[in-house]
C-alpha cells in the first residue's frame, strides 16, 4: 500500500527508518529494502531504496554511481565531495572501503584526470576550513588577487582556483564571489564559463551553484541527506534564488506515489511525527 509507506517512511527521521528497518528484519527475517524494490518501480521504488540507507552508505552508493561504468557523473562527484563536512568525509572514505573493498580515491582518480581529479583529491581530503561566517577583508585579497592574475589567465591555470576553493570555507567563498562581482561588475559565474570549459568548468560551475538540478537521483539525494541537515535553509536558497517555493517545482516536476513520498520528505522535520 504505496500511501501507508509515504505516510511511515515521509513521516519519520532517518535513525527511525533505520530502526523500521532493523525491527523487521529481526521480526521476519527479510530484508525491507528487498520487500519494497520488488513490490515497487521507477522513480519511487529508487527513493524508497535510498530512504532507508544509512546517509553515509548512501553517498558512497552515489560516489560509487558516479565512477562505474563508462563516463563519469562528475556533477554528483563535486555536489557529494563539495558539500560534505571534514568529518561525513572521513566516514565515508571508511564506509566506502567497507562496502565496495577499494579505496575512494583510488576509484576517483582512475575515473577522472587533469585538475578536475586534483580538484577531487583535493576535497577528499577532507582538510577544508568550516567557519560560519566570511572575512570580507580577506575575501577582498582573494578577489583581487583573481582580477590580478587576469581573468585570461585564471582560464589556463585552473589550477588557483583548486587551491583557493580547497583552504576556503563555504562561507569564505561565498563572500570571495560577492566581492569578486563588486570589483569586476560581473558574476564569478559569468568569468568561469568564459575562461573555462570541460570537465573542469562543471566542477567549478557546481561548486559556484550548489544547484539542486533536475535529476532526480540529484533531487532523492539531496532531500534524503540534508532533510536533517539544513534542508530549510536550501528551500529557502532556492525561493530566493527562482522566486519560487522548492515544493512548487516538486509538483510540477514529479507525478504519482514519487511525487507524494518527495513532498512527505520536504516538510519541516520539525513537523515530522515521532
Given at each position: 500500500?504505496?500511501?501507508?509507506?509515504?505516510?511511515?517512511?515521509?513521516?519519520?527521521?532517518?535513525?527511525?527508518?533505520?530502526?523500521?528497518?532493523?525491527?523487521?528484519?529481526?521480526k521476519?527475517?527479510?530484508d525491507?529494502?528487498?520487500?519494497?524494490?520488488?513490490?515497487?518501480?521507477g522513480?519511487?521504488?529508487?527513493?524508497?531504496?535510498r530512504l532507508?540507507?544509512?546517509?553515509?552508505?548512501?553517498d558512497?552508493f552515489?560516489?560509487?554511481?558516479?565512477?562505474?561504468?563508462?563516463?563519469?557523473?562528475?556533477?554528483?562527484?563535486i555536489e557529494?565531495?563539495a558539500?560534505?563536512?571534514?568529518d561525513r568525509?572521513?566516514?565515508?572514505?571508511?564506509t566506502?572501503?567497507?562496502?565496495?573493498?577499494k579505496?575512494l580515491?583510488?576509484?576517483v582518480k582512475s575515473?577522472?584526470?587533469?585538475?578536475f581529479?586534483?580538484?577531487?583529491v583535493?576535497?577528499?581530503?577532507?582538510?577544508?576550513?568550516?567557519t560560519v561566517?566570511g572575512?570580507?577583508?580577506?575575501?577582498?585579497?582573494d578577489?583581487?588577487?583573481?582580477?590580478d592574475?587576469g581573468?585570461?589567465?585564471?582560464?589556463?591555470?585552473?589550477?588557483?582556483?583548486?587551491?583557493?576553493?580547497?583552504?576556503?570555507?563555504?562561507?569564505q567563498?561565498?563572500?570571495?564571489?560577492?566581492?569578486?562581482?563588486?570589483?569586476?561588475?560581473?558574476?564569478?559565474?559569468?568569468?568561469?564559463?568564459?575562461?573555462?570549459?570541460?570537465?573542469i568548468?562543471?566542477?567549478?560551475?557546481?561548486?559556484?551553484?550548489?544547484?539542486?538540478?533536475?535529476k532526480e537521483?540529484?533531487?532523492?539525494?539531496?532531500?534524503i541527506?540534508?532533510?536533517?541537515?539544513?534542508?530549510?535553509?536550501?528551500?529557502?536558497?532556492?525561493?530566493?534564488?527562482f522566486?519560487?517555493e522548492?515544493?512548487r517545482d516538486?509538483?510540477?516536476?514529479?507525478s504519482?506515489?514519487?511525487?507524494?513520498?518527495?513532498?512527505?520528505?520536504?516538510k519541516?522535520?520539525?513537523?515530522?511525527?515521532?
Open positions: 500500500d504505496e500511501k501507508t509507506l509515504i505516510a511511515i517512511l515521509g513521516n519519520r527521521n532517518t535513525a527511525q527508518r533505520l530502526e523500521i528497518k532493523a525491527t523487521f528484519k529481526s521476519l527475517g527479510r525491507l529494502v528487498n520487500d519494497l524494490k520488488s513490490e515497487t518501480s522513480n519511487f521504488s529508487k527513493l524508497l531504496e532507508m540507507m544509512d546517509p553515509v552508505e548512501l558512497c552515489e560516489l560509487k554511481q558516479a565512477v562505474k561504468g563508462l563516463g563519469t557523473d562528475d556533477e554528483t562527484l557529494i565531495l558539500s560534505r563536512s571534514n568525509l572521513k566516514a565515508i572514505g571508511e566506502y572501503v567497507k562496502m565496495y573493498s579505496a580515491e583510488k576509484d575515473d577522472t584526470s587533469g585538475e581529479r586534483h580538484l577531487l583535493s576535497l577528499l581530503q577532507g582538510r577544508r576550513p568550516e561566517e572575512n570580507v577583508a580577506e575575501a577582498q585579497q578577489a583581487q588577487a583573481f582580477i592574475a581573468e585570461a589567465k585564471f582560464g589556463t591555470d585552473e589550477s588557483k582556483f583548486n587551491v583557493l576553493f580547497c583552504a576556503r570555507s563555504d562561507a567563498m561565498r563572500a570571495i564571489f560577492n566581492e569578486y562581482a563588486k570589483l569586476t561588475g560581473k558574476s564569478i559565474e559569468e568569468t568561469v564559463k568564459s575562461e573555462t570549459s570541460g570537465d568548468q562543471k566542477g567549478i560551475l557546481a561548486i559556484i551553484r550548489c544547484g539542486l538540478g533536475t537521483s540529484t533531487l532523492n539525494r539531496i532531500v541527506t540534508r532533510s536533517e541537515i539544513d534542508l530549510v535553509q536550501i528551500k529557502e536558497a532556492y525561493n530566493r534564488l522566486n519560487r522548492l515544493e516538486v509538483s510540477s516536476e514529479t504519482g506515489e514519487y511525487k507524494a513520498l518527495l513532498l512527505a520528505l520536504l519541516d522535520p520539525s513537523l515530522r511525527s515521532g
